[in-house]
């Protein structure tokens, strides 16, 4: 059964979550913002999307450009999970995965750490 959770404290979650990336990443992640959204309209059932150019594809004429973004839904996790503690594992999952994408790592990558 899906867990029942305010926006707020899912939004909580995320922030947590944020806190928990390695200070390195975290100071080297320039121009990106993270937004919780309750589901992307073109795929309901994904997690977390990157939206940008990750770091190891831009080149010297990138620049002058709207922020990244990372969306982390809300709706998709919570339905994901039976548990507040299944909750939190999932969104610290879902945010270090798109963050990996900013940083160019791939899905095969992440799945071979256990990020999947």
Excluded: K, Q
């Excluded at 867990?3 to 975290?26: K, Q, Y």
């Excluded at 990372?70 to 709706?75: D, F, G, L, T, V």
């Amino acid at each position: 059964m899906p867990v029942e959770m305010s926006a707020e404290r899912f939004e909580e979650l995320v922030a947590d979550a944020l806190d928990e990336v390695p200070a390195e990443f975290a100071e080297a992640m320039d121009n990106v913002v993270v937004l919780v959204e309750e589901r992307n309209d073109d795929a309901p059932g994904i997690l977390g999307l990157y939206h940008g150019v990750a770091l190891t594809e831009r080149t010297s004429s990138y620049g002058g450009v709207l922020p990244d973004r990372i969306s982390i839904y809300r709706a998709p996790i919570l339905a994901l999970c039976d548990t507040e503690d299944e909750v939190v594992e999932e969104v610290l999952v879902t945010v270090v995965h798109e963050i990996a994408h900013y940083f160019g790592i791939d899905d095969d990558r992440l799945h071979e750490l256990g990020w999947g």
